[in-house]
C-alpha cells in the first residue's frame, strides 16, 4: 500500500490540473471501487471547481465550490493517469505493487476539466475509493475524526509524542503505526526513521517518556527523524515498491537511499558500525533494524 511520501507525490501531480479547475463531466464505469460510488457521484461533481486539492494522512481530499469534499483513497493498486490541455497522451503518477498498463478494463472514473485536461483513475484490485462529504461534517467523518497528528507538522513534538507513550507497554513501531497518534505512517517510514533514530523497533513506547511524562532524548531524535525521512522521500519522488512513479513518469528514488527496509543480510550502513541487518515479523509486517547501533 501507498505511503505518506508517496500520496503526496500523487498529489503534487494531480494538483497542477485540479487546483482552481473545474469539472467538467465526470464519467464512473462501474457501480463500485472498494465502496459503492456516492449516490449521484457525477451530476455533484459535474460543474464543481476545485479550491484546493490536500492530504490528510493517506487521503486526498479536494475541497470543492460545491460546500462538498472529494475524499480519494488509493487503496492498494489504485493510480491516475492524467492528461494535461495539449498533451498528446496521458501520463502516470500513481501505480503500486502491480503494473497492468491502461486496460480499459481497470480504468474507473474518468474526470474531464473544462479547458482541457482529463483524468482517469484505474484500480485493478479496487481497494480504493472515494466518497463526497459535507464540508461542515469532514472532521468528524469516519474516516477522519480518529486520525492522529500530521508527522510533518508543527503538532509532531517530542511533547506530543511523550504525552501519548508515557505508560504503554506496546513496542515503538506498533506505536508509531497507529493511525491514532501519527496519521500516515507506514511500515517503511517506520522503519527507516527508528533506524535514523538508532532505536529498535521492539522496544517498548514508554522509553519516549519519564516517569513524570517529559520527552526523552529518544523522543527528541525520533520526531527528527520522522520528519527528516519523509521529507527526504518526498524529495525522491517516493520509493519504488515493483512500479511506483512520480507526476513525470520517473520511477520514485528513494528506495535507493533505504538504511534498512529490505535489506536483510547486509551489513550496516551507519559509519563505524559493524552489524548486519536482521528482518523479524512484528504484527504481521517484516521490521528491518540494525541490531548494534539501534539499542
Same mark, same amino acid.
Given at each position: ?8 507525490? +500523487?498529489?503534487?501531480?494531480? *494538483?497542477? &490540473? ?6 467538467? #463531466?465526470?464519467?464512473? =464505469? $462501474?457501480? @463500485? !471501487? ?114 492522529? +497528528?500530521?508527522?510533518?507538522? *508543527?503538532? &509532531? ?6 504525552? #501519548?507513550?508515557?505508560? =504503554? $507497554?506496546? @513496542? !515503538? ?123
Amino acid at each position: 500500500m501507498p505511503e505518506l511520501p508517496e500520496v503526496e507525490t +500523487v498529489r503534487i501531480g494531480l *494538483a497542477s &490540473l485540479l487546483e482552481g479547475g473545474t469539472f467538467r #463531466r465526470v464519467t464512473t =464505469r $462501474r457501480a @463500485d !471501487l472498494r465502496f459503492p460510488f456516492p449516490e449521484r457521484f457525477a451530476e455533484r461533481l459535474a460543474g464543481a471547481r476545485v479550491l484546493r486539492l490536500e492530504r490528510r494522512a493517506k487521503y486526498l481530499i479536494a475541497h470543492l465550490s460545491t460546500d462538498e469534499a472529494l475524499v480519494m483513497h488509493l487503496g492498494m493498486t489504485g493510480r491516475f493517469h492524467i492528461q494535461a490541455p495539449g498533451e498528446a497522451k496521458p501520463h502516470l503518477i500513481g501505480d503500486y505493487e502491480y503494473s497492468t498498463g491502461a486496460a480499459p478494463k481497470h480504468e474507473h472514473a474518468v474526470f474531464e476539466m473544462q479547458g482541457g485536461g482529463r483524468i482517469t483513475y484505474a484500480d485493478p484490485r479496487r481497494f480504493g475509493y472515494m466518497l463526497l462529504v459535507p464540508e461542515a461534517e469532514l472532521a468528524a467523518h469516519a474516516m477522519m475524526r480518529a486520525l492522529g +497528528v500530521e508527522p510533518l507538522s *508543527a503538532e &509532531l513534538t517530542p511533547a506530543y509524542l511523550a504525552s #501519548r507513550a508515557a505508560g =504503554r $507497554r506496546s @513496542d !515503538l513501531k506498533a506505536f508509531l503505526m497507529d493511525q491514532r497518534i501519527v496519521a500516515g505512517l507506514g511500515n517503511i517510514y517506520v522503519c527507516e526513521a527508528l533506524f535514523r533514530a538508532g532505536l529498535k523497533p521492539g522496544r517498548p513506547a514508554s522509553v519516549l517518556a519519564t516517569p513524570t511524562g517529559k520527552p526523552t532524548a529518544h523522543a527528541t531524535r525520533l520526531v527528527a527523524a520522522i520528519k527528516a525521512v519523509l521529507e527526504a522521500a518526498i524529495a525522491a519522488g517516493g520509493s519504488t515498491l515493483r512500479d511506483y512513479r512520480q507526476a513525470d513518469g520517473q520511477a520514485g528514488a528513494f528506495q535507493e537511499t533505504f538504511c534498512v527496509y529490505g535489506r536483510e543480510g547486509e551489513p550496516c550502513v551507519r559509519p563505524g558500525c559493524r552489524g548486519i541487518v536482521r528482518r523479524n515479523t512484528q504484527a504481521g509486517r517484516s521490521s528491518f533494524f540494525c541490531p548494534v547501533c539501534q539499542r
